[in-house]
């Protein structure tokens, strides 16, 4: 009889243990679902956003999340168009080389100082003229 009350004891001690186990992970999720929110930026394609969209991404999703492949799933949930073709194209690697060529791509195409100041340009010369001449 006392055998079987400790076995029973040390059954809720461990169902405890394990649930203490999973509400903590639940409040590590939470936490970061509320600082994923926090990223309100969608990058979509403009090499002009690119900068500030990384600083952000690398700021409330890549320091919080701890495995490459969750972090290559928020990055193709905060990207539209080509820029998400382009993390997709990378799906069929391991998840480490996933998202670290994601990101290169990403990056080559988006993100290199040329492509981003003939963006400005292209937008200045397309500002419609003002003033009298």
């Known amino acids: 009889m006392k055998q079987e009350k400790d076995t029973q004891q040390i059954n809720v001690n461990n169902a405890s243990v394990n649930l ?5 992970k ?6 970061v679902l509320v600082k994923q929110l926090r990223l309100s930026t969608i990058f979509n394609c403009d090499p002009r956003e690119f900068k500030s969209f990384t600083r ?17 799933y ?7 168009g080509e820029p998400k ?3 997709r194209s990378c799906q069929h690697l391991s998840p480490k080389q996933s998202y670290s060529e994601a990101r ?6 988006y993100g290199i100082e040329l492509k981003i100041s003939t963006a400005y340009v292209k937008k200045a010369l397309n500002l419609p003229l003002t003033g009298k001449m």
Not at 26 to 31: F, K, L, M, P, S
Not at 104 to 109: E, F, K
């Open 104 to 109: 290169n791509l990403l990056t080559y195409h």
């Open 56 to 72: 952000a991404f690398e700021h409330t999703i890549h320091c919080n999340v701890d495995n490459d492949s969750e972090r290559l």
């Open 26 to 31: 639940q409040n590590d999720i939470a936490e």
């Open 20 to 24: 203490c186990e999973v509400m903590l």
């Open 85 to 87: 073709d382009l993390v």
């Open 74 to 80: 928020y990055l193709e949930l905060f990207i539209r």
